[in-house]
């Protein structure tokens, strides 16, 4: 097991080098520059250029590159050029707020979305089964910020029940994870019912029923154990998602999270801060998806065993059993 | 099955009736408001204390909440040209002296003294300190008046000032040395822009982390800044002046127009700035909010790049220009609360000239280009970067021009590329505003010194002929005639086409008193009162 | 030989689809959506005849108008008929929807297919790729090529094309690997087929499934992502309407003319609703599980 986790750790490697050889020849290619975004519009010619040369921007891409690899291998994710603070210390204020935000995000899909999605499945075909799928439709087919708009003039502005932005208290949560979450509610509550379904249909189930034992104990340990897997594939995919998707409703909830940090830095060329942010989220979310991995051992037996087999044939396997989590995640009905 | 989507779009429809319908009488939402403004702020510690330790009937407020439109990147007001930056310095820095209505009262100085045309000198109180303890003596002052001189983005300021001669006589005397005369020193010097900065404290900590957190001599001092989120101020127990009704100033930053709206009709902040226009009626008639609004010092204006071959031709100018509803631009892209620009500096700034606005019509607009050699069709091209009201105008002034036969293409940008393409002249047309931080005809038109006219690049000497003289004339009168000429001159010439004078506004709670609207959009904090 | 063969194929293939669409069309709720499309289409090829103004003509006497009979859904700001540009916005929906998806899934499932049929070096290679274009954020992605080439409609079809690249390559991987080892595609390998034979007559017809219900959901996002672009400013160029731009233009002035959110909100969600109904339909439909 600890082989396996280090082995995934030491594969996460190449992918987070590519992402800053990608993110940075991005940069590299985008119109703009740094230091007249630094100096204004009204900066002398011979300023700017010299600010560029202090800046290294007139290095070729590759000497940038491998001077911005060397710095990162020393620890060092370079200086925003903005706020001229460490670029470590901007992410290390705004990253755990978003993180926040996206746990109490995914905490909340998975507490309403699970249960709602097993009920739809158990009670197949009735009124509850077609609102909640209806309501799941809404969800996936919302533009989030329109949805953010409307529970704000809703909450905050006709009720005065809620803060309308900001982060500062728990009442200020409620809104933006109400939001940010409609979306993975919707998708976690359609994985678990068609899982549900999918193994309420096996004939393990119709044995456990036919052995007596009570239908709840047949639900929740029987079916539900099996259905997990898909429904841990989709989770870990909201959360990775929400990690770095949720910009739009940051910027109406006046959230400092880390999405805002990196669009920003975008506009304004702030290049060590896009490629540190966008390498310090993909970290992460490769952690997440990690743990998730590490999940499906603990819930399953079968692919506990295959982590610790010998190398060939685990390769395979994993494939095979990711492959098939991603097609019972995509399945519905 | 059908039901499923009649049951879903009666949901949308009935989320999108509740929360867009406004309630039809203000009387439901005056009896729960209160106490739903008061739940709403406490989070963000906004509890009215008890009178005051003054016998006064003074109400005091621990934190005065402002909401601001952007991040600024620096507080350093030296450092930056956006609004932001100088909003929230401004209660933490203090100029040598204070415009009120055109009268210069001396504020950091106890006056001055007008030896000849290139020699002012300003004596300085001897009673105010920095937030860092040290003592405001002369030599921060020249260190101040340095800075102004030599940074690009107060140069077109105070790059008058001759750095090499200024110099302290004593502690409380300072000799200010021009290059050339330069007659609105004084108005630059009293605005926010000729802040007062500690000398010891910017050379320990260096530009970049002063920048972060400033030392002035203010009202309040820079206490904290949560990046992306807030930036707090607190009161400055050593202040020379009278102290503030408050303990605390918070600036959160809240990019959204409407959330900065709906957190000022809940009372989330005090005051919020850039706020949307639509909702300014809205703001007015809520009896808990209040909009101070008036005529801005900017000007939005069409901006042809004279440099290329096709723009720098009068008749195809003039052809664009009389294809333009100007009147129709400034009221559609403004939402009403704009004027159509009939000069080239705002109103109420002196030496303004009405000269327009210019005329529609589209036929003689056809026979420019007939004339011109384009009777056939002419295509031009905007561009320009995501900010709401030029685009508006762009969007509008599009639409005008394929009525006289003229294809007009929009690329959108965004800010950097902009920046750089208007600095390297790629820009064939483009809206854009020629703002003023002060009540001064040579600073609103700062756009038009040869060196300087990185957007419109004419190269027209006549009008750096007269920008010169009208600089360098200290008499009222006779600048105003200079101006007046130069703006006929660039009436006739049309490099530039007025649109719009926008009115600018920004909204606060009814109990937010002596708050007064100001032209420069940086208002005074430190003088708010709050009614019960 | 060869030519029976594919002959057998077509009929094969042909059966299949009868039978495909017997079972679609018995799911209704795919078969409203896929109504739902079919008008979309209509409206978006008829756009000429059926909007009552032209997209980008203003009218600043009438601006902000509520709904009435000479302005179906109103007007917006500039005084433009929202219907009529409602109507024209379906033609740019539809095509950033296609577009994108279908780049989109021609590089995903070329990649994903020989990542999984050749395995080994190459799939790793592959798939490491792919996690690194998954790695990053979409809308970041989408906002780098915004910046890089200019905001508008081809950069948002750039980014949801690269980014849908993973995901298409990952199904189409999965489902080859899978079809690999079937023994009609061994069959094929021992007559002497060679390897783009295999892939382009024996495994893109049976990993057609998942690539279909893929696109057809993945329309809907991209819709759902052009309108979260146009609200970070980086929508498409003025005056091509979109209903994503639509609606985030119109969030300033939603509180006291409603009806200008709520026509282009509806029209996006009824089309990602359809779209994804259809793509639920099209997915039990083609689920050999589901086969009695």
Known sequence: ?333 | MKKLLVLALAFMMLMSVIACSEPSTPAPENTSSPDATNEAATPAPDGQEPEGSDPATEIRKENLIVAIQAEPQTIDPYAASHETTFISSEPIFESLFKSENGELIPWLATGYETVDDLTIKITLRDDVYFHDGNKMTADDVVFSLTYGATSSFTSTLFGAIDVENTKALDEQTVELKLLYPYAPLLEGLASYRGAILSKAAFESMGADAFGRAPVGTGPMMFKNWVNGDRIELTAFDQYWGEKPAFDNVIFRIILEASSRTVELETGGVDVAFQISPVDWTRLEENPETQMLTGNSMSMTYLCFNNSMELYGNELIRKAIAYAIDVEAVAKTAYQGQADAADGFIARSIPGYKKVGPWEYNPEKSKELLAEAGYADGLEVKFVTFQQQYYNACIEIIQSMLSEVGITCTIEMVDLATFTSMNNNGELPMTVMANGSSISDPAVALSAWPLERTISLRHNDQHIQDLLDQGERTYAMEDRIKIYEELQDYLWEKLYILPLAYPLSGYGARANIGNFDFVASGVPDFAEIEFTA | MIKKQAEHGHIKKRSQFQETWKRLSKNRLAMVGLAILAVLVITAIFADLIAPYPYDEQDYNATLQSPSLEHLMGTDEYGRDIFSRVVYGSRTSLYVGFISLTGGALIGCIFGAIAGFFGGKTDNIIMRTCDVLHGIPQIVLAIAIASTIGPGITSALIAVAVSSVPNFARVVRAATMTVRDQEYVEASASLGGNNTHIIIHHIFPNILAPIIVQATLGIGKSILLCASLSFLGLGVQPPMPEWGSMLSNARTFMRDYSYMVISPGIAIMLTVLALNLFGDGLRDALDPKLKK
Not at chain 1, 32 to 44: R, V, Y
Not at chain 1, 161 to 190: E, H, K, N, Q, V
Not at chain 1, 205 to 226: S, Y
Not at chain 1, 271 to 285: A, C, D, E, F, I
């Open chain 1, 1 to 333: 097991m600890l082989r396996y986790i280090a082995k995934r750790i030491f594969l996460m490697i190449p992918v987070l080098l590519g992402i800053s050889f990608v993110i940075f020849l991005l940069m590299y290619f985008t119109p703009g520059d740094p230091a007249q975004m630094i100096l204004g519009d009204m900066a002398d010619k011979e300023d700017v250029e010299a600010l560029r040369e202090e800046m290294g921007l007139n290095d070729g891409f590759f000497e940038r590159y491998f001077r911005y690899m060397g710095d990162l291998l020393r620890g060092d994710l370079g200086t925003s050029y903005t706020t001229k603070l460490p670029v470590w210390d901007e992410i290390s204020v705004r990253l755990p707020v978003t993180a926040k935000v996206a746990f109490f995000v995914i905490l909340f899909a998975v507490i309403i979305g699970v249960p709602i999605g097993i009920l739809s499945a158990v009670r197949q075909y009735t009124i509850i089964d077609s609102i909640t799928r209806v309501l799941a439709l809404l969800g996936i087919t919302m533009p989030s910020f329109w949805f953010a708009l409307l529970l704000v003039l809703l909450f905050s502005v006709r009720l005065g029940w809620l803060p309308a932005s900001g982060l500062y208290g728990p009442s200020y949560y409620i809104l933006p994870i109400i939001s940010i979450s409609a979306a993975s509610i919707a998708i976690i509550t359609r994985t678990a019912r068609s899982s549900m379904l999918e193994v309420i249909r096996q004939d393990y189930i119709d044995t456990a029923r036919a052995k007596g034992q009570k239908e709840r104990v047949v639900l929740f340990k029987h079916a539900l154990l099996n259905a997990l897997i898909p429904i841990l594939t989709v989770v870990g995919i909201q959360f990775a998602g929400s990690l770095g998707g949720a910009v739009v409703n940051e910027q109406v909830f006046a959230i400092p999270g880390i999405g805002k940090l990196m669009v920003d830095a975008i506009k304004a060329r702030n290049y060590p801060l896009v490629t540190g942010s966008v390498l310090v989220l993909s970290l992460l979310q490769s952690m997440v998806n990690l743990f998730i991995d590490l999940l499906y051992a603990f819930v399953d037996p079968r692919i506990r065993s295959q982590y610790s087999r010998d190398k060939k044939k685990k390769k395979a396997l994993n494939g095979a059993v990711t492959a098939n989590a991603g097609m019972a995640a995509n399945k519905r009905k």
